[in-house]
Structures are given as structure tokens and as C-alpha cells.
């Protein structure tokens, strides 16, 4: 089976943008969640998405939101770009929740 | 406030030694546990994961850790580290009641000497 994984690998915006970022789960997964890692921060949970439904959410803004597709494919938006925004963005699904099992390799995301 | 605590920051062992990672929570409801690994080469990865049942749960690669409810601490332990353990390792809780969330730990980064 192929691995999570995530579109883009990289990415450069500005500040007061918005970005997308997709995730494809391992065949068979329902359940995808997100994370944003920064060295001041370190791993923090963002949402968790199960058969296209928010099971959970963390302690992020309104700006962040995403959504599940019927083939459990996620995105992740970020409106309104701020700098503190960059970081290594994470997803991992797993077959039925219950804790990230697998991740892909990340977007590292860069706002300037 | 629920917290997770690994209160070693760096670790460096020789090649050969036995290894113990410390993890302390702080969780109203009962937990969910993880243990992850992240290196440059392999990206973050579940070690392990301990839900209810069995308090000593094995994982990959030779890992093992132990719940202790009394203690509040999920210790990862592997008897003879490789040189190929070096890397960060992190802890985690999730909530078995009400909205499932997840905290992370801030990590402890192994070094391991030849």
C-alpha cells in the first residue's frame, strides 16, 4: 500500500494570503488529522476528520479549517496568512481514529 | 489543565545501553498513550500506543513502554539501543471521553554514542 501523502512538499506565501494543503491517507483510511509543528510550539493537534465529518478540532483560530472528500482525501486551508503561520504541517490517518498511526512527510509551509 | 511532561530534553547513550524515556501526563479522563519517533530520513512514526488492557505494551523496533496509572507516566524503554535509535522522540495523550484531543509532549532527543 502507498504511504500518506501530502501535496505540496514546499511552499513560499505572503503574509495576508491563504494556502491549501492536500492529503491523501492510505487506502482504506478514514480517519485523517493534522498537526503543525514549530520549534516554539512543537506538535500540535489541529483537526481530526472521520468519513468527511470534524470529530475534532484544536486550539487554533477560525483561520485554519479543512474538509474531508468522500475518497478521505483532506485539505487544510489557512486564510489570512501571518507569519507566525510557517511551519512543518503534518497529516497522518489511521482506519478507524483513535490517534495518528501513520504521517506523510509534511508541507513545509514558509509565509513571509 | 491537561498537560503532557517529558522532562528530559537530551538523552545520549552508548550504543549497547539500555534506555528509558520519561513521560508524565496530566489528564482528567483516562488516556489514550502514543510514543512516536521522528527522524530527518523516516518522519514522525508510532512506536506504540496503549489504550486500555495490558499496562506493558510492546511496539517496533524492539521498543516497549509501561503505563503506570498511580505514577501518571508512560516510560518508553528499549533494552539495547542501536545507533540507528538516535533521534527525537515524543509523547502523547488523547482523551478516551468527551472530544477526542490530542497534547503532545516537547520531546527528547536521543543521541546515541558509538
Known amino acids: 500500500k502507498a504511504g500518506v501523502t501530502q501535496t505540496p512538499r514546499y511552499l513560499i506565501k505572503t503574509r495576508g494570503q491563504q494556502v491549501t494543503l492536500s492529503c491523501s491517507p492510505i487506502s482504506g483510511h478514514r480517519s485523517v488529522s493534522w498537526y503543525q509543528q514549530t520549534p516554539g510550539q512543537g506538535l500540535q493537534f489541529l483537526f481530526e476528520y472521520f468519513s468527511e465529518t470534524q470529530r475534532n478540532k484544536g486550539n487554533f483560530p477560525g483561520r485554519f479549517s479543512g474538509r474531508q472528500f468522500s475518497n478521505s482525501r483532506s485539505e487544510m486551508n489557512v486564510s489570512t496568512l501571518e507569519l507566525g503561520d510557517s511551519a512543518l504541517y503534518l497529516c497522518a490517518s489511521s482506519e478507524a481514529g483513535g490517534g495518528a498511526e501513520y504521517f506523510g512527510p509534511g508541507t513545509r509551509l514558509t509565509v513571509t | 489543565a491537561q498537560s503532557v511532561t517529558q522532562p528530559d530534553i537530551h538523552i545520549t547513550v552508548s550504543e549497547g545501553a539500555s534506555l528509558e524515556l520519561r513521560c508524565n501526563y496530566s489528564y482528567g479522563a483516562t488516556p489514550y498513550l502514543f510514543w512516536y519517533v521522528q527522524s530527518p530520513g523516516q518522519g514522525l512514526q508510532l512506536l506504540l500506543k496503549?489504550?486500555?488492557?495490558?499496562?506493558l505494551v510492546q511496539g517496533i523496533k524492539g521498543f516497549e513502554a509501561e503505563f503506570k496509572r498511580s505514577q501518571s507516566s508512560f516510560n518508553l524503554r528499549k533494552p539495547s539501543v542501536h545507533w540507528s535509535d538516535a533521534a527525537e522522540y515524543f509523547c502523547a495523550v488523547g482523551s478516551t471521553s468527551g472530544t477526542y484531543k490530542y497534547i503532545f509532549g516537547t520531546g527528547t532527543r536521543l543521541k546515541v554514542l558509538a
Open positions: 496503549y489504550f486500555s488492557g495490558d499496562t
